[in-house]
């Protein structure tokens, strides 16, 4: 298995107040990825990383903020979170090369905004 | 847009052979996956189709039409623990992975 861990694995937060959920990875892969899913949704991508301080946004960045300071590490901030963001957050990695861009997937953060 | 389509839920019995369908229409294709996840766990990785045909994996097999953009996973001699979700996924142009919203596939004893 992948070496991924995330953190917290359950947040249970008020609406108004920043969150940072944070990946880590041992794996030394070039791509981090997070994602959100959500019922009746499939994974859908808020930001990704394809190296140290290199980010960009996905399908639904909105609210959400990220850094990469260091290649292990992956952090995800809600600067105030609202309702319409509880739901589960993936991170993934990559590395990207080759055939396959297979992604591994963390355990999850499990994300309740009251 | 991107769009990729699969059945919501499915049910089969134990020791038979179930396929799940998925169309999609994206920008671009590199590439398509499939996963499986558990509920409660994260996605796990189970196949990857880039050219036409059928890969085979254990009891797990998977083709692929890129004409018809089409695709099924193939899953025989079900077992209990197949039950989970089955996520198809397509790598578009910018490598960046578009997901279907998963088929729940229920195996009766």
């Known amino acids: 298995d992948a070496g991924i861990t995330q953190s917290p694995r359950h947040k249970v937060t008020e609406t108004g107040t920043p969150v940072t959920l944070r990946c880590h990875q041992t794996?030394?892969?070039?791509?981090m990825y997070w994602y959100r899913q959500d019922p009746g949704h499939g994974l859908r991508l808020i930001h990704y990383?394809?190296?140290?301080?290199?980010?960009d946004k996905g399908e639904v960045s909105d609210g959400y903020s990220v850094s990469r300071s260091k290649t292990e590490d992956f952090l995800l901030t809600l600067e105030s979170a609202t309702s319409s963001q509880t739901s589960v957050y993936f991170c993934?990695?990559?590395?990207?090369?080759?055939?396959?861009?297979?992604?591994?997937f963390g355990p999850g953060t499990r994300l309740t905004v009251t | 847009g991107q769009n990729i389509d699969q059945p919501t839920e499915m049910t089969a019995t134990e020791g038979a052979i179930v396929q799940i369908n998925c169309t999609y229409q994206?920008?671009?294709?590199?590439?398509l996956f499939w996963y499986q996840q558990h509920a409660g766990e994260a996605p796990t990785f189970l196949s990857y189709?880039?050219l036409d045909g059928l890969e085979e994996k254990g009891r797990f097999s998977s083709f692929l039409s890129r004409s018809k953009g089409y695709s099924y996973l193939l899953l025989k001699e079900l077992q209990m623990k197949d039950s989970a979700s089955y996520l198809c996924a397509v790598m578009d142009s910018n490598y960046q992975l578009i997901w279907g919203a998963g088929t729940k596939l229920i195996i009766k004893p």
């Open positions: 990383s394809y190296g140290v301080k290199d980010t």
């Open positions: 189709n880039v």
């Open positions: 794996e030394n892969h070039r791509y």
């Open positions: 994206t920008s671009g294709f590199n590439g």
């Open positions: 993934a990695i990559s590395d990207g090369q080759g055939d396959y861009y297979e992604q591994y």
